[in-house]
């Protein structure tokens, strides 16, 4: 097991000459190990920022320009749009898409989420591609266990490693893995001179559970079909969007009063926001997203608990 080295500081050389490492803001080594094992996964270089929005701010103001558009994914993670809203006194531009289809003209960064959080859309990747600004797909939902962007021409992955990556709920970190070493020193710089940097006990976390994140999402993956396919049959269940890969669906119910009385009716599963961890949780995404949702909208992240015990819970929640 890697070693935690939380030190900021390591002596220069015999020589007086920096090493790799000198002061933790630059790098550190709990930190590069664990950029070294995403790398690997997403087949690139990756660099670790202290949250996903964190990784979303960095990216952006390092690769963007004051009047620069981005083509937004519609329907994906509403808190990407609030980080991009915070930006705008900067000049930053945001025009949402359908991300099904080919981005628009005039952008200078596309932005697909894979699949969409929570609408569960997966984004037209060879579209995307054909596309002449730079392609980023934040893939925290499909994890590299079921998608590896950047084989399919994508230039930049994003994950929220505070989802499935860490996966205990206990990690917040965000991930930027870049097809070209060159973007990626380009961003490495910028993270250091900005101060964007991720703490070595978080990378040490998430070293710990990459190590599990395979056996996880593939049972995650079994489970979430598995209560897909029952919850489509419930009478009071209506849309179910759960796009065939992944431990996160969504569902919609009646309305806002019927969500509010599952959500708060789970015995197993815990009523709480987030997703990607090993315990199950359920929501009402109307109370952070307003209208861009059904009023009875709710999003179920499945865990590693039974699923039989899961779909119990969900029916006695339901009826
Ligand atoms: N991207 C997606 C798809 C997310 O679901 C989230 C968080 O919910 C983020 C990015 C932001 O990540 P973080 O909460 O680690 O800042």
Redesign the pocket.
Known sequence: MEPLDRSTIWPYDEQGEAREFHYQRFGNPTVAAAEAALGELDGGTALLFP??????TALVLSLLEPGDAIALAAG??Y??GV?FAALEPWGIRVVEFDQTGPPPNGVQLVWL?AP??PYLTMPDLEAAAAHSAPVLV?A??ATPVHLRPLEHDADFV??????YLAGHDDA???VVVCREAAAAEELRSFRGRTGIVASPDAAWLLLRSLKTLDARVRRQTETAAFLAERLRTHPAVGIVRYPGLGGLLSFDVADAEAARKVETSTRVIVNA????GVTSLIESRRRWEGDRVPPGLLRLSVGLEDPETLWDDLEQALA
Do not use: I, Q
């Not at 949250?51 to 979303?56: I, L, M, N």
């Open positions: 949250s996903g929005a964190g990784a979303t994906g993670y808190g990407t980080t989420e969409s959080n934040d925290t939902v994003l994950h929220s490693a505070t989802k917040l970190l965000g926001t987030s997703l990607g």
